[in-house]
C-alpha cells in the first residue's frame, strides 16, 4: 500500500521555526512532483509550495523567502522548512504527490496531514 505520512507539525511562538516532513513509502516505481498544502478552519485547502522532481520549486506568495521546500535524497521524502512563523499560518498542513507506481496507474496522493498552530 502506498502512502504518504506527515511529521513534524506541533505548536511553536510567532516568529519560531517548524520543520514538517513527509514521507512515501510502499511500491513506489517514482514521484514526480511533492508538494505542500494548508487549510486553515472555516478556509478551502490552499497550495502553499511544490517542488518538481528535477527540483524545481513554487511558492505561494505569503510564504515567500520564510518557508522553503526541498526533497529528500532518495526523492521520496519532501520538507517545508518554516520560519518566522505567524499566527496566520496556523492550519493543517497536508502532503501531496504525484506517485508512478509498480503496476498500476499514477496516483494523486494525500497524506493525513500535521497541525501547525502558532501562537502570539
Known amino acids: 500500500q502506498v502512502q504518504l505520512v506527515e511529521s513534524g507539525g506541533g505548536l511553536v511562538q510567532a516568529g519560531g521555526s517548524l520543520r514538517p516532513s513527509c514521507a512515501a513509502s510502499?511500491?513506489?516505481?517514482?514521484?514526480?512532483?511533492m508538494g505542500w498544502y494548508r487549510q486553515a478552519p472555516g478556509t478551502h485547502r490552499e497550495l502553499v509550495a511544490v517542488i518538481s522532481s528535477g527540483g524545481s520549486t513554487n511558492y505561494a506568495d505569503p510564504v515567500k523567502g520564510r518557508f522553503t521546500i526541498t526533497r529528500g535524497n532518495n526523492r521520496n521524502a519532501v520538507y517545508l522548512e518554516m520560519n518566522s512563523l505567524k499566527p496566520a499560518n496556523t492550519a493543517v498542513y497536508y502532503c501531496?504527490?504525484?506517485?508512478?507506481?509498480?503496476?498500476?496507474?499514477?496516483?494523486?496522493?494525500w497524506g493525513k496531514g500535521t497541525l501547525v498552530t502558532v501562537s502570539s
Open positions: 501531496n504527490a504525484d506517485i508512478r507506481v509498480f503496476n498500476g496507474p499514477d496516483m494523486d496522493l
Open positions: 510502499g511500491s513506489i516505481a517514482s514521484i514526480n512532483a
